[in-house]
């Protein structure tokens, strides 16, 4: 039975911005104050708003906050309105008589005063529809009466229009018109479908939509950690909507009490700048903190808490205090590539890029408070300011379970506030094979781009934003054998470093300056290469050239042609965009821009209905020395594969097959077995493209995508070079047949090992 006086009751109004907030009380309710549910509450709501008229948002407050939007409030401010109206019209038992008859006005005034005064408020499609049903009485009870009967009703009757007339003008009405059929008093169904709050516990700024949608169509779930996803449809759109319901959404009210209670005493202390220089160590120090004062919190409580309850509640706790809120739930979930959160925040969804499902919205609703607090924390991470001055903040976000990208822009760029994009880096490194499972890359462009890395090629990664441009970088640092040192320089750390290093790599990463930021102490992107020619003989990777910077890289690939592999990524949708970027756009001399040998394009392949897209690499196009000014004009482009939209691959053009490559040759004139000979330089390329293809086969045949990643394609690639070495020094000659013979029965043999290996484990 419902309590309709909570035993603490109040609301305030509150304004923020352009928002008038009703909140109401609901602290020690016996059940989850809901205008869709609860009839008492409906109706307190609506008589609220009796009061204080205009609002643009209803919050229950009761441990979590409810929070209706403005959409939803409009629904009840609506009936409010029309009830006031309702009872200017004086339908009293005097009035009713004197419009009609004493007599008749006695039968009816009880039913009508019991849908106007307590049905409208706390079920008004209950009244609407009785009204209907009174009318429909009415029209019977005519067709028996006498002409004067009638003349009385078909005064009442008028009286029922302009009250059916006041309900059929709100919106709630005319939403459910269609539903009222076989309506029953209390079914509150219909109610669900239009009013459904987001749920924003007391510990976090952030709302978040917990009910899936009544009209959704479900087509995927799964759980990240104990998070819940779920992919729905939505008939009246095209975007998919991107469900979770993380744990902290889930407690019981004994937990919330503690997270809550927990959250305050942690506050007093604000971490410092100089914690933040070292975020893990300072969530490491604060994850022990949180779980002695849980523990301490569930003592006080009287509340039992399992081991796993302390450990949910501590890594709660821990994001949000010095983490990042339910940013951290999503960026855990590796299938979510993107998220974007636009301005003015409170009133818009977050949106992510999903791996299956492409573009999505969220259920996921941030605050300026939750924008705001995220913004001082990148601050101090990055030690980048975030000002009038510098609107972008560009920077890299790492976590427990996840590496990001983040891009922040502030006022005045952004006149409505704070706006955000995150970039989620995949957790290992990309690998040739894996491109080709997913049809980024043919086998034999693996192959060819893995002959280009051992050639010590300049490589130009050029495409779109989020065509993959850093992926590829990534796995051709894979292709470097680890005998070599690396040294990487980005603005934003994006390139898997760390991973790299715990592989064996010899790899040294540089952070330079941002191009978009100005008074730091940071070194130049330019200083930061030119630097590198001072550090011993190096591959060197460039993150993304951007600005001033394509100078010194140029110098650099000038100077470490024919020595070590230089490579970097560029916005470019063609060769010829690389050259009008690189010349025209950042400066570079034409003949400086020759030391390019090969530019790899790759660019997003949209299906004709507009409503999916993928990744592919679409061009490898070598960059040619006999030229003066236009490349396009003067051939200085030759195109060695170009993706085939019937094949949806790669394909080698002409100037490949016929061996009309001069980077290709160029190569071959310092191997002895090669030099002169097409043949030998092709079915090298073939051999690696068919050991590549040789191990997503395998690894699609035991269902073992671990051997598509970083760890094994690395033994992969030193067990070829180890073969090609050994035979070559057995015969004198690199026998492709036998090479291939020896790299098949290695990785058959280290397959089944590792596959035992995994069986035992389980």
């Given at each position: ?292 004062l849980i523990e301490e919190l569930a003592q006080y409580y009287n509340v039992r808490l399992s081991e796993k309850n302390v450990q949910q509640l501590t890594d709660i706790l821990i994001r949000y205090t010095v983490g990042f809120g339910l940013i951290e739930n999503l960026l855990a979930d590796e299938r979510v590539q993107d998220i974007t959160i636009n301005s003015p925040l409170g009133h818009i969804p977050m949106f992510i890029v999903h791996a299956d499902f492409v573009d999505c919205r969220t259920n996921i609703m941030p605050t300026i408070p939750e924008a705001e607090s995220w913004a001082s924390k990148l601050r101090m991470i990055s030690g980048r300011p975030l000002d009038e001055a510098n609107p972008i903040l ?357 397959i089944k090992k590792g596959n035992i290996m995994k069986k035992m484990e389980y």
């Amino acid at each position: 039975m419902e309590n309709d006086n909570p035993p603490v009751s109040g609301y305030e109004i509150i304004r923020e911005g352009d928002d008038i907030i009703l909140r109401i009380n609901y602290e020690g309710y016996a059940i989850v104050p809901s205008i869709e549910d609860s009839a008492a509450v409906m109706t307190r709501t609506i008589d609220i708003l009796l009061e204080v008229g205009r609002v643009t948002k209803i919050v229950f407050s009761q441990r979590r906050d409810y929070e209706y939007e403005m959409d939803q409030a409009e629904l009840l401010l609506e009936i409010a309105d029309a009830y006031k109206k309702m009872i200017k019209m004086n339908l009293s038992f005097a009035s009713l008589a004197s419009q009609t008859s004493p007599a008749f006005a006695q039968s009816i005034y009880t039913t009508l005063q019991n849908i106007l005064y307590n049905l409208l408020k706390s079920d008004p499609l209950g009244a609407y529809v009785e009204l209907m049903r009174l009318e429909r009485r009415m029209e019977l009870r005519m067709e028996k009466e006498t002409r004067q009967e009638q003349k009385v009703i078909e005064n009442f009757m008028s009286i029922l229009d302009k009250l059916l007339q006041l309900f059929e003008s709100t919106q709630l009405i005319q939403h459910c018109k269609t539903l009222v059929s076989g309506y029953h008093l209390g079914d509150r169904s219909i109610y669900r479908t239009l009013f459904t709050p987001s749920i924003k516990p007391d510990f976090t700024y952030t709302k978040l939509s917990a009910s899936p949608p009544s009209d959704g169509k479900e087509l995927a779930s799964y759980n990240v950690n104990d998070t819940e996803v779920t992919i729905y449809s939505i008939p009246e759109t095209i975007q998919y909507l991107y469900h979770m319901v993380p744990p902290e959404f889930r407690l019981s009210e004994e937990h919330y009490q503690i997270l809550d209670a927990a959250r305050r005493i942690m506050a007093e202390h604000r971490p410092k700048k100089s914690e933040f220089v070292d975020p893990q160590r300072m969530r490491s120090i604060f994850s022990k903190i949180g779980s002695d004062l849980i523990e301490e919190l569930a003592q006080y409580y009287n509340v039992r808490l399992s081991e796993k309850n302390v450990q949910q509640l501590t890594d709660i706790l821990i994001r949000y205090t010095v983490g990042f809120g339910l940013i951290e739930n999503l960026l855990a979930d590796e299938r979510v590539q993107d998220i974007t959160i636009n301005s003015p925040l409170g009133h818009i969804p977050m949106f992510i890029v999903h791996a299956d499902f492409v573009d999505c919205r969220t259920n996921i609703m941030p605050t300026i408070p939750e924008a705001e607090s995220w913004a001082s924390k990148l601050r101090m991470i990055s030690g980048r300011p975030l000002d009038e001055a510098n609107p972008i903040l560009d920077t890299e976000l790492e976590l427990p379970r996840a590496r990001a990208r983040v891009a922040v822009i502030g006022p005045p760029l952004n006149p409505h506030g704070l706006a955000y994009a995150f970039r989620r880096h995949r957790d290992k490194p990309w690998t040739l094979p894996l491109f080709v499972q997913s049809h980024m890359v043919s086998p034999l462009a693996a192959g060819m781009l893995s002959f280009l890395v051992d050639g010590a090629r300049t490589m130009l990664i050029a495409g779109t934003r989020s065509a993959g441009k850093t992926s590829v970088l990534s796995s051709l640092i894979v292709e470097i054998m680890r005998k070599y040192r690396i040294i990487t320089i980005e603005d934003t750390l994006e390139l898997p470093t760390t991973p790299l290093r715990n592989l064996g790599y010899n790899i040294q990463s540089m952070k330079v300056a941002s191009a978009l930021t100005s008074g730091t102490t940071e070194v130049s992107a330019s200083e930061g290469i030119r630097s590198t020619l001072r550090l011993g003989d190096s591959s060197l990777i460039v993150g993304e050239v951007r600005s001033e910077e394509a100078r010194a890289l140029y110098e650099a690939m000038r100077v470490g042609a024919l020595a070590n592999v230089v490579a970097g990524t560029i916005h470019g949708d063609s060769p010829y965009g690389v050259f009008d970027r690189v010349c025209n756009d950042l400066q570079v001399p034409k003949t400086s821009f020759k030391a390019t040998d090969i530019i790899v394009v790759a660019n997003p392949i949209r299906s004709a209905d507009g409503l999916h897209r993928w990744r592919r690499v679409t061009q490898i196009t070598e960059v040619g020395k006999q030229w003066e000014n236009d490349p396009m004009r003067e051939h200085g482009f030759t195109d060695l594969m170009k993706y085939d939209s019937k094949t949806d691959s790669l394909q080698p053009t002409s100037s490949l097959i016929h061996g009309d490559s001069e980077i290709l040759k160029s190569i071959a004139g310092n191997v002895k077995d090669w030099a002169g000979n097409w043949d030998a330089v092709w079915e090298n390329i073939q051999l690696r493209a068919d050991c590549k293809k040789l191990l997503v086969d395998l690894a699609e045949q035991v269902k073992n995508n671990d051997l598509l990643e970083a760890p094994f394609v690395l033994q992969c690639n030193d067990q070829f070079h180890r073969f090609s070495d050994q035979i070559k020094e057995e015969i004198g000659t690199l026998d492709i047949k036998r090479i291939y013979a020896e790299y098949e029965q290695w990785l058959k043999r280290a397959i089944k090992k590792g596959n035992i290996m995994k069986k035992m484990e389980y």
